[in-house]
């Protein structure tokens, strides 16, 4: 199914013309000729460079980002590009979350036209049409780039840390675990509960709450969420979905950079890195980078917009379930170890292979965010004295994940991520390789929480365990480049 829901031609028109730099009226008469400006438009979109010391076009980003936060803050509370009102659109400090999409299929989409409305008010305010949002690449530059840290700077806000420091949520085994996976629910669940959701508790404040989006760092956080997604559609080759119900998802409430509504569908979304911006590459994990966004052609980005819009049926097929424990109420500075119903001998065959047909993920649900999000979890296999002194590097530790917003007693409905996923894979294969996953034996399964700042606020706060298992899923083949 096309993407933009138009007959083939005019598909292939608005990829020239570039996503909301012209009207459709004005796509027909490009098709009479005339097309070399529009085609310049889309070669010459705004750069989204990677935060670094040393650079003068990511200093000259940087200025241009903080005279954009001044503009913003200074406009009147009503108009919808203020700071504020672009904040309110994501939730608040206080109330929680209001429009933002958390744990469902549209994270990645619904905060990609986020940033990019908010890119174009940046533009407009200042003038400086060709700006593009820098990102923070907390997995190869763990600290905030010191305009942030500025003394009196509209870059520098309250928290609680300035860097992600050495948590293994965005270290390179667990960033290339991430971008290996291809199947883009997964990928996207992995991605939004381990180093975004932890990247929010890490810096606190009004980082960690619905009004994240005070603080100037979150919109180069985010970029660098939506830059993963990008790395892994666009450079890894693969795929999001073709259903017309995630294509069709609409949202009508972003401004463009004059304030005007704007009407945009979640299928247009993988495309705007091709047509509204590009980024500067950098690498993730043990991803280098195979694609230079800054140098494509243009025959290679149709070639490239082609395979996205096509997209593909992806579906989280679940191929067994091994229910561990559910309805469990659990304290946080007390470590979880509970059996599983399954020997390793049941997982001999997936353990023996050296291909990955199958993945084994951790599956954690919860019945409801906590009262307080300062901690993160790790998750262990087959080490029941794991506690929050057990270190990353140990060989039964397979990921972690983290809250992202806290309960509130509002009875607000806004759905939130309560459910994660760990890829337990290479864990798994690692103990039963050196002997510590005997086939005689069943599994056990360790959560840990572990505060961000040393202790707990609440050291007795309760959660509910809904449900802990294991899920074993089918690989999802991405498709050959190109």
């Not at 005279?67 to 994501?90: G, I």
């Not at 929010?200 to 956080?221: E, K």
């Not at 991803?287 to 593909?312: C, F, W």
């Not at 917003?405 to 607000?412: A, D, N, P, Q, R």
Request: hydrophobic letters at 40%; proline letters at 7%.
């Amino acid at each position: 199914m096309n993407h933009l829901d138009q007959p083939s031609d005019i598909s292939r028109r608005v990829f020239v013309k570039g996503l909301g730099f012209v009207s459709l009226s004005l796509v027909a008469s490009a098709m009479l000729g005339g097309c070399e400006q529009l085609i310049k438009d889309i070669q010459n979109r705004p750069v989204r460079r990677y935060l670094r010391t040393g650079s003068p076009e990511v200093q000259h980003t940087l200025d241009i980002y903080r005279e954009a936060v001044v503009r913003m803050k200074a406009l009147p509370a009503a108009d919808p590009r203020s700071w504020n009102a672009q904040a309110a659109l994501h939730g608040t400090v206080a109330g929680g979350f209001n429009l933002c999409q958390h744990g469902t299929p549209h994270f990645f989409s619904w905060h990609r036209a986020y940033l990019l409305y908010f890119e174009r008010i940046c533009q407009e305010l200042t003038g400086e049409k060709s700006f593009g949002l820098p990102y923070w690449n907390w997995n190869q530059q763990p600290a905030m780039h010191p305009a942030f840290l500025a003394p009196g700077s509209a870059l520098n806000h309250p928290r609680s840390s300035t860097t992600v420091g050495t948590n293994a949520a965005f270290g390179d085994p667990s960033m290339t675990t991430i971008l290996s996976d291809t199947n883009f629910f997964t990928f996207s669940s992995q991605l939004e509960g381990t180093p975004h959701n932890t990247a929010h508790v890490i810096v606190g404040m009004d980082m960690g709450t619905g009004g994240s989006p005070l603080d100037p760092i979150f919109w180069a956080h985010h970029g660098m969420v939506d830059y993963c997604w990008a790395k892994w559609n666009i450079e890894l080759h693969n795929d999001n979905p073709n259903d017309p119900t995630w294509i069709n998802t609409k949202w009508d409430y972003f401004v463009d950079g004059s304030g005007n509504p704007v009407s945009v569908i979640a299928g247009i979304t993988p495309l705007m890195p091709l047509l509204s911006y590009r980024y500067e590459s950098s690498t993730v994990g043990n991803y280098a980078t195979p694609i230079d966004m800054l140098k494509l052609s243009a025959q290679e980005a149709k070639t490239i917009e082609a395979r996205i819009r096509k997209g593909a049926e992806v579906r989280f097929d679940i191929k067994r379930r091994i229910p561990v424990a559910s309805n469990m109420p659990l304290r946080l500075d007390r470590p979880v170890s509970r059996p599983t119903r399954v020997a390793t001998a049941d997982l001999t065959a997936l353990l023996e292979s050296d291909a990955r047909r199958e993945r084994v993920f951790v599956n954690v649900d919860y019945a409801q965010l906590p009262m307080a999000n300062d901690f993160f979890v790790r998750v262990f296999v087959n080490l029941p004295e794991a506690n929050a002194q057990t270190p990353t590097s140990d060989i039964h530790y397979a990921g972690s994940y983290a809250f992202f917003g806290v309960h509130t007693l509002s009875g607000e409905s806004h759905h939130h991520k309560t459910d994660f996923i760990v890829d337990a894979t290479e864990t798994l294969k690692r103990l039963h390789r050196n002997g510590l996953a005997r086939t005689d034996q069943p599994l056990t399964v360790q959560l840990v929480a572990v505060p961000v700042a040393g202790k707990f606020r609440q050291p007795e706060m309760q959660l509910l365990l809904k449900n802990l298992g294991f899920i074993i899923a089918p690989v999802h083949v991405r498709t050959s480049p190109g």
